[in-house]
């Protein structure tokens, strides 16, 4: 009966990429997604502490999804909130983005209906396509020419999933010109904006000002600032439908008010500690000055380095824990074979040193 389960975990055992679950170490962190640093912010900390010290009720439960009690006064106020930040005419909050992703795509798009979505989309957003009855096609990484192809060719129905920023690449998807695409084929274009919200302000879409050119967009709270959940952002029609027919939503328990007022205080946090943001790029151009050979965007918070062997791969990402330099080794499914990396995230908490001794220990590591 076992013996399926136990043989594939063998292979990944053999392979060097078994998953396996770690406390957090103590190590410095080039690893997790708390780019701004809000996660550790004592100022952030001490605001979310005073709100439950008036306000002690939000720590309970909702007891229920939001169709049966979970709904509570709470939870629509920093809805309406979200769509006046973000100049959308509604938002629908989820407990995470995989959930709202999961929503949105298997039950969106129809039988009848086409999904065109970046061969690098976030595992949530395939998923999400396997629960639907509509046909999905990939067209090749950030590439317009292949991307206008499959739009000539979708029927129905067309809906485009792209990241603004990609989190394994650590690259930029080049929005104004995809969604002069999807308006051109009268396509549906929904961003997922998980790694830029916070980094670039509200999000990319927001800076560049797209929000009538876009369907949907997924913003999620639980990388810059810190916390927890997902809006997603999108028309009054869109929010109505999800409400009524999106299963993920519509049978899972909310989260606590408390959560729902955490994003508001995020909010306000990030609005008035612009700093963050400032002091993480200078952390980028530091990094990047050091001609670490990473395929990420100059200005990504993200820097990934190709290292397709997994034993080098490995060796790498222990020395470097040695040195006290935690970093996030990627190895296939999750990436393509041959594409193995060693991925880093840079925060705004990085101190200059640490940022050397990171980008001297691997050069100095692969010879480079």
């Known amino acids: 009966m076992y013996s399926t389960w136990e043989k594939r975990l063998l292979q990944r055992k053999e392979s060097t990429s078994l998953r396996k679950l770690s406390i957090n170490a103590s190590e410095t962190d080039f690893l997790s997604n708390d780019y701004l640093g809000v996660a550790r912010n004592k100022v952030f900390h001490k605001m979310l502490l005073e709100t439950i010290q008036s306000d002690p009720k939000i720590l309970a439960g909702s007891t229920g999804s939001r169709l049966i009690r979970g709904h509570s006064a709470e939870v629509h106020e920093t809805e309406s909130i979200l769509a006046q930040k973000h100049r959308t005419e509604s938002a629908l909050l989820f407990a995470s983005g995989y959930a709202a992703n999961l929503t949105l795509f298997s039950c969106l798009p129809q039988r009848q209906d086409t999904i065109i979505v970046d061969e690098y989309i976030h595992r949530s957003v395939h998923d999400g396509c396997v629960?639907?009855?509509?046909?999905?096609?990939?067209?090749?990484?950030?590439?317009?020419?292949?991307?206008?192809?499959?739009?000539?060719?979708?029927?129905?129905?067309?809906?485009?999933?792209?990241?603004?920023?990609?989190?394994?690449?650590?690259?930029?998807?080049?929005?104004?010109?995809?969604?002069?695409?999807?308006?051109?084929?009268?396509?549906?274009?929904?961003?997922?904006?998980?790694?830029?919200?916070?980094?670039?302000?509200?999000?990319?879409?927001?800076?560049?000002?797209?929000?009538?050119?876009?369907?949907?967009?997924?913003?999620?709270?639980?990388?810059?600032?810190?916390?927890h959940g997902a809006a997603l952002l999108c028309s009054k029609l869109i929010k109505t439908y999800l409400i009524n027919f999106g299963s993920p939503f519509i049978y899972s328990t909310a989260l606590p008010d408390l959560i729902w007022r955490q994003i508001r205080i995020g909010y306000e946090f990030l609005d008035n500690h612009p700093a963050l943001a400032s002091n993480l790029r200078h952390n980028i151009r530091l990094f990047r000055t050091q001609q670490v050979?990473?395929?990420?965007?100059?200005?990504?918070?993200?820097?990934?380095?190709?290292?397709?062997?997994?034993?080098?791969?490995?060796?790498?990402?222990?020395?470097?824990?040695?040195?006290?330099?935690?970093?996030?080794?990627?190895?296939?499914?999750?990436?393509?074979?041959?594409?193995?990396?060693?991925?880093?995230?840079?925060?705004?908490?990085?101190?200059?040193?640490?940022?050397?001794?990171?980008?001297?220990?691997?050069?100095?590591?692969?010879?480079?």
């Open 131 to 227: 629960m639907s009855k509509a046909i999905k096609w990939k067209f090749r990484h950030n590439n317009l020419e292949d991307l206008e192809a499959k739009l000539k060719r979708a029927r129905g129905l067309c809906f485009v999933a792209v990241e603004s920023l990609y989190s394994m690449e650590g690259d930029f998807a080049p929005l104004t010109e995809i969604a002069k695409l999807t308006d051109k084929y009268g396509a549906s274009l929904i961003i997922d904006e998980a790694h830029a919200f916070g980094v670039f302000g509200y999000g990319l879409v927001h800076q560049l000002g797209l929000q009538n050119s876009v369907f949907a967009t997924l913003i999620t709270y639980g990388k810059a600032m810190g916390s």
């Open 293 to 368: 050979p990473t395929i990420s965007g100059t200005d990504s918070p993200i820097q990934s380095l190709i290292v397709p062997d997994n034993k080098q791969l490995l060796n790498l990402k222990n020395s470097l824990s040695e040195k006290g330099l935690q970093t996030y080794a990627v190895f296939s499914p999750t990436v393509k074979l041959g594409t193995e990396r060693l991925r880093i995230c840079l925060h705004t908490f990085n101190q200059k040193n640490d940022i050397l001794l990171l980008t001297q220990s691997i050069k100095s590591s692969l010879d480079l």
